[in-house]
């Protein structure tokens, strides 16, 4: 395009927006996006899960780039599903699922809470409101939390930024508990992470005596905004049933991180 060339652009509405995804993992197309002879589409991934051959007519698929697709919607831009909420994001298409799901600040987010129909932007300040207690615990970095062998999460406000955290106390494994970290809330922006350190000090002396043993262990924080009940099937801290005390309970202390992708650093 000349530089004196202006650009152009068009509004149109798209009335089916599964045209918009491969017919086969139902995904957002994004390039490379590939067809058969007969003009069949499928994204990369898909083509190789097929061996490459068209699920449709079984011609050879994998070779030949649908090219007018991928123009048309690497200039598409849509916005955000939450702009009524505040969010002024135009997004190109094949990012928009992720960018709601996971990084939008202005996604509402539910309440874990049993029972509790709150979603919404505020979920740090209805929890200290609505559902403040034992299970409830501010902290800023670092917190030292009592555990009850029963206990389905423990909620940890943090004070600096406003997430929310939940310990799960996991009974999905065999002579134990399974300990985790998950954030009711969006990903950091750009590229950061977050981490997340438990440890736990148990084996008849308590915390803190001579002879106690300690399980520690480390993983990605990751992000939800919706938590239904789910526990990490990896990257927990296992804590097996000697550990807990008479009454039931355990002290864990936990740490969260935020981690820069780029340098690999790490800061409180």
């Known amino acids: 395009m000349d530089e004196n060339e202006q650009r152009r652009t068009l509004n149109v509405t798209v009335e089916d927006l599964d045209t918009l995804d491969c017919p086969l993992c139902f995904s957002p197309f994004d390039a490379p996006i590939f067809q058969c002879k007969n003009g069949h589409a499928a994204c990369e991934a898909c083509c190789t899960r097929i061996h490459g051959l068209c699920s449709s007519c079984d011609e050879p698929i994998g070779e030949i780039r649908c090219q007018p697709l991928e123009r048309a919607i690497a200039c598409m831009l849509a916005p955000c599903a939450f702009a009524e909420h505040g969010c002024t994001r135009r997004l190109m298409y094949a990012e928009k699922a992720v960018h709601e799901a996971l990084l939008c600040h202005y996604a509402p987010c539910a309440c874990p809470f049993p029972g509790c129909g709150y979603a919404g932007l505020g979920l740090r300040d209805h929890i200290q409101g609505a559902h403040a207690g034992g299970d409830v615990v501010s902290f800023a970095g670092s917190a030292a939390v009592t555990l009850r062998r029963g206990t389905a999460f423990v909620v940890l406000l943090q004070e600096t930024d406003a997430r929310v955290f939940l310990l799960l106390n996991g009974g999905d494994v065999p002579s134990g508990r399974s300990l985790s970290v998950v954030c009711v809330g ?83």
């Open 186 to 268: 969006p990903c950091l922006a750009g590229n950061k992470s977050m981490e997340y350190e438990l440890r736990v000090v148990g084996g008849g002396g308590g915390a803190g005596t001579s002879g106690s043993l300690s399980l520690s262990a480390s993983g990605p924080v990751a992000c939800t905004r919706l938590w239904m009940g789910y526990h990490p099937m990896e990257g927990f801290l296992f804590v097996p049933d000697a550990y807990w005390s008479s009454s039931g309970a355990v002290s864990v202390t936990v740490h969260v991180r935020k981690l820069n992708c780029e340098r690999q650093g790490l800061t409180a």
